[in-house]
C-alpha cells in the first residue's frame, strides 16, 4: 500500500470566506476515495483517536484553512500533505502548524 492509501484530512474551516466547510482529501487516493468523498468519510477522519489538528496560513502568518490530518500507517506521512495537494495550490498557503497534544490552551508546531 502506498502513503496515498494510508492517511487522509478535512479541512472544516475556510478563514478566507469565514465559513465552515468540508473539504477532504487526498483525492487521488482510491482507499480514501471510497470513504471519504462524503459525509460519513469526513465523520471517520474526524472521529479518529489519532487525528492531529491542523492550520494553514500564508507567509504573513494569516490562518486560511484549519482542519485535521488522520496519519498514514505506512510512515511515509510527512504532515506537510494538507498544504502541499490544497493550501498551497489552492490559496498560496506556506506554512502548516499542528495542534501539540492534551494542551488545554492551543499550542502550535510549526513544520
Known amino acids: 500500500m502506498n502513503k496515498d492509501e494510508t492517511y487522509a484530512w478535512v479541512i472544516t474551516r ?3 470566506e469565514d465559513k465552515a466547510v468540508t473539504i477532504i482529501g487526498p483525492g487521488e487516493s482510491e ?3 471510497s470513504v471519504a468523498s462524503n459525509e460519513e468519510g469526513a465523520l471517520k477522519v474526524l472521529s479518529d483517536p489519532s487525528r492531529k489538528r491542523f492550520q494553514m496560513l500564508d507567509d504573513d502568518g494569516n490562518i486560511y484553512y484549519e482542519g485535521y490530518m488522520v496519519y498514514g500507517w505506512s510512515g511515509q ?3 506537510f500533505e494538507p498544504l502541499d495537494e490544497y493550501g498551497a495550490p489552492n490559496a498560496g498557503c506556506t506554512t502548516i502548524r499542528y495542534q501539540k497534544i492534551y494542551q ?3 499550542e502550535w508546531e510549526t513544520l
Request: aromatic letters at 16%; proline letters at 8%; zero cysteines.
Open 104 to 106: 488545554e490552551v492551543p
Open 31 to 33: 482507499y480514501w476515495r
Open 14 to 16: 475556510d478563514h478566507l
Open 77 to 79: 506521512t510527512t504532515g
